[in-house]
């Protein structure tokens, strides 16, 4: 393995602690709503009022997304990282003093508000400082560690008191605030600020080449494509006008609407009632710990064959999968009684469901987030799309029970599974393969001979520029 190889991993690692703390505060919820329900807390809460401190995250999420454009612009991928731990420590220093239902919310939205941060910005600071070879492979190991907070609180949660649950998730902050303090800038953002020689400082801590003419050309190539990138306009207008982003916005437009209502989220917070519902002869301890090993570990299989099967099979089998999965729940809620293990097919419906989810769809969205857009509209579209997918999940997650009230769990299961049919209909036709191509050769082909105008026009301007800066000189 190269030296830059070792040290990228590292860093990734050091930035994806804070990934595990994010799917810790989403999956908080799975293995405390049957404490509440069952009144193993001092807090007196109704089923409405779960609802609501399930889904105000994500409104929180909306918050965060759009400070984390701010913050990411004007102070750094680093820094910014680093003020998301703030929201969790305040979020749950409340919530280990309070029996207040309406401070839970207060809790949930600033968790929301620091969870999109943390995956607005991880995302894209990884794909600026990684390698196009394995640059899918930390990609996917930042969303890896995230399935294991999944795991981590669904293994402990069930077992342990709910004050001794929240000691640990105030831990979790202060934990990835420490070794983040010791990765370095994105050179790509130094380089934006024109700060050369942090860029140059930067490049050498990640492993660039000990070949001082190396080391400056790749330096130079680098210094040329973001000057060239940040011509551009990166407004949400020219984001929207612009001819040679709009397939990689309908592209990752249309993966985050079905993605999210193939109900993955509403699944999962909550598992608990639906393993109840189904009246399986199994603890539910038990079930969750399975639930989560086995999303942790279809984490890791993502990691290993990302980025040697590719994105958009990926993408579309997953879908394929899930809606076949889903389906097959839906159809055996309504008959537990058709064969002798008829209660145990939903759940194994719904695990099969999340591995396919996980090694897929919900995983490869932020993936290709990352990778499909310049760098002038890489935030302002990473921002739009989170925003989205947090209204999305809202409505999702808080109109579940509305929903299953409605049609059914029956009915709310096949529901999911329409979804995801559409999701891999809209594959077929609309996604398009990033494995192992540059930054540069993914606009190269979402963009055609727009591309290739654009590129002309702003080597034009570049050269005019250098031509007055010598002549200044």
């Known amino acids: 393995m190269k030296r830059s190889a070792r040290i990228q991993y590292f860093v990734s690692f050091a930035v994806s602690l804070a990934a595990v703390t994010s799917g810790v505060l989403l999956a908080w919820i799975t293995p405390v709503m049957p404490k509440f329900l069952n009144n193993e807390t001092a807090i007196n809460i109704t089923k409405e009022e779960i609802s609501w401190m399930a889904s105000i995250g994500f409104p929180g999420f909306v918050g965060g997304s759009l400070m984390s454009r701010y913050m990411t612009d004007n102070v ?31 809790t949930h939205f600033l968790w929301g508000v620091a969870g999109a941060i943390v995956g607005n910005v991880s995302t894209m600071y990884l794909a600026e400082i990684s390698d196009k070879e394995i640059r899918g492979t930390l990609l ?20 342990i008191s709910y004050d001794t649950l929240n000691w640990i998730v105030l831990a979790l902050p202060i934990c ?26 930067a490049l050498i801590k990640l492993g660039g080449s000990s070949d001082e003419n190396e080391l400056e050309e790749r330096l130079t190539g680098m210094k040329s494509d973001v000057y060239k990138e940040m011509l551009r306009s990166g407004s949400l207008k020219e984001l929207f006008t612009g001819k040679q982003y709009r397939k990689a916005l309908v592209m990752v437009i249309g993966l985050k609407l079905a993605a999210v209502m193939t109900g993955s989220i509403a699944i999962s917070q909550y598992l608990g009632v ?22 942790l570990l279809s984490g890791v299989l993502l990691s290993v064959i990302v980025d040697k099967i590719g994105r958009r099979p990926l993408l579309f089998y997953s879908f394929i999968g899930s809606a076949i999965t889903l389906g097959i729940s839906a159809y055996f809620f309504t008959r537990p009684t058709f064969f002798r293990y008829s209660s145990y097919v939903p759940f194994v419906g719904i695990i099969i469901f999340t591995v396919l989810s996980t090694v897929g769809y919900n995983s490869l969205g932020s993936i ?10 890489k935030l302002v579209a990473t921002t739009l ?19 299953k009230d409605i049609l059914g769990l ?10 995801a049919f ?32 654009a590129e002309d026009k702003l080597n034009k301007v570049v050269a005019n520029e250098e031509k007055q800066e010598s002549n200044e000189k």
């Open 274 to 295: 639906i393993i109840q519902e189904c009246k399986m002869d199994i603890e539910m301890s038990t079930a969750l710990i399975a639930f989560g090993a086995i999303k």
């Open 385 to 403: 799309i989170n925003v989205l997918g947090g209204f999305l999940n809202f409505f999702t997650v808080k109109g579940y029970q509305q929903m």
């Open 368 to 377: 290709l987030l990352a990778e499909i857009f310049p760098m002038n509209v």
């Open 140 to 159: 996917a190991a930042n969303r890896y560690l995230f399935s294991f907070g999944n795991f981590l609180v669904m293994c402990i949660g069930p077992f």
């Open 422 to 453: 559409l999701g891999a209909l809209f594959t077929h036709f609309m996604a398009i393969e990033t494995k192992g191509k540059s930054l540069r050769e993914i606009q190269i082909e979402l963009q055609g001979d727009i591309y290739d105008e």
């Open 76 to 106: 750094g991928r680093r820094a910014t990282i680093l003020g998301s731990a703030v929201p969790i420590l305040i979020g749950t220093v409340i919530i280990l003093n309070t029996t207040k239902v309406w401070l839970l919310y207060v």
């Open 176 to 201: 990835y605030f420490i070794v983040c303090c010791f990765v370095p800038e994105s050179p790509y953002y130094l380089l934006k600020e024109a700060k050369v020689d942090a860029a140059r400082q």
């Open 410 to 419: 029956s009915g709310t299961f096949w529901f999911y599974a329409a979804s």
